[in-house]
């Protein structure tokens, strides 16, 4: 069986010299110290290499290794490209089409940068539920003891009050709700500026036409970075298209195609409707090493970065023990 670890990274960065050095992230020294460290230990493959392993029988490193970078921040461009180019490894980024398009910071990224700017998440929490109570009778909000038992769990990278603002405003309350908490909390305590933050924040489609005209890989992470499996499929169908079509005007011409999950969420409709449109694998954020099978190809499981050593002093075997013991998805 032809195996593969897929690597998952977000935000790249000198995070003390940035305004938010709360953001959860790699900085970039320890990026270069990681990439160091799998250079000594694996054989980095590109996402051609693994269609062809899954769908041609082809061979495939026994330590095969193949880094992803999902949601396609600045960090990746400026940060990431030219370490990469560098060293000729190729990286597989999957940017918010919707972000890089329109300009609009998404309400995955306010909450990022919502909790980034606060010192305490239970103060945060108790003014998420005075903006609850103001709303409840106009969205026909549930208590604030019902959303908490359903949404602050437990979370290897998180703490409950954490994971539940997270989870909370991206996908428990009604759509409008969240939206109105989100923009709120974003004004307060990050910027007025929605789009000069956005500029900031996301590639533009030049910086992407860049990346992949000097050979890195550019794939679907849907078109507005939703929780797909909380929709219908008619709506599955029409995110996955924009952002098909979102590729097409990148000038991506990959067939099959790559999808990554937004937040690792998917379901038998969503798959049905990949398959349909060639998809040739797709991503999610179950923690495991990846077996690459055509029966496996479009649930494919990745690693998360902190997984992964940062000083290069680990055993493998011991991070690599750690988390397949450890199969809970992280929420990023």
Request: proline share 3%; aromatic share 10%; with cysteine.
């Amino acid at each position: 069986m032809k195996t593969c670890t897929i690597i998952m990274y977000h935000y790249v960065r000198e995070l003390p010299f940035t305004r938010y050095p709360k953001i959860k992230g790699l900085l970039v020294s320890q990026f270069k110290e990681q990439l160091d460290y799998l250079s000594r230990h694996y054989e980095f493959v590109t996402i051609g290499d693994c269609l062809k392993a899954i769908y041609e029988d082809a061979d495939l490193p026994s330590n095969a290794v193949l880094l992803t970078f999902d949601d396609g921040y600045s960090d990746h461009f400026e940060n990431v490209f030219p370490i990469l180019k560098e060293r000729k490894i190729q990286g597989c980024f999957f940017p918010q089409a919707k972000a890089v398009q329109e300009r609009n910071v998404l309400d995955v990224n306010k909450i990022h940068f919502v909790l980034a700017s606060t010192d305490d998440p239970a103060k945060m929490k108790q003014e998420i539920f005075s903006l609850m109570d103001e709303l409840r009778s106009k969205y026909n909000l549930a208590s604030q003891e019902e959303y908490y038992a359903k949404y602050a769990i437990d979370d290897r990278f998180d703490t409950k009050d954490i994971l539940f603002i997270k989870l909370l405003l991206q996908k428990g309350l009604p759509e409008g709700a969240r939206q109105e908490i989100a923009n709120r909390l974003f004004k307060k305590y990050v910027s007025v500026d929605e789009k000069a933050f956005a500029n900031e924040l996301y590639m533009s489609m030049e910086q992407l036409q860049c990346m992949y005209h000097e050979g890195m890989s550019i794939g679907s992470h849907g078109y507005s970075h939703i929780w797909m499996s909380t929709v219908s499929a008619k709506e599955q169908e029409k995110d996955v298209d924009m952002s098909l079509q979102f590729l097409k005007q990148l000038g991506v011409n990959g067939h099959p195609w790559v999808m990554c999950y937004p937040f690792g969420s998917y379901n038998d409709s969503l798959i049905s409707i990949l398959k349909k449109r060639n998809c040739g694998l797709a991503l999610t954020i179950k923690v495991d090493i990846a077996n690459l099978t055509p029966a496996n190809a479009l649930t494919l499981e990745r690693l998360d970065t902190n997984d992964i050593p940062k000083n290069g002093k680990a055993e493998i075997n011991h991070w690599t023990q750690k988390v397949l013991k450890d199969k809970e998805s992280a929420i990023l």
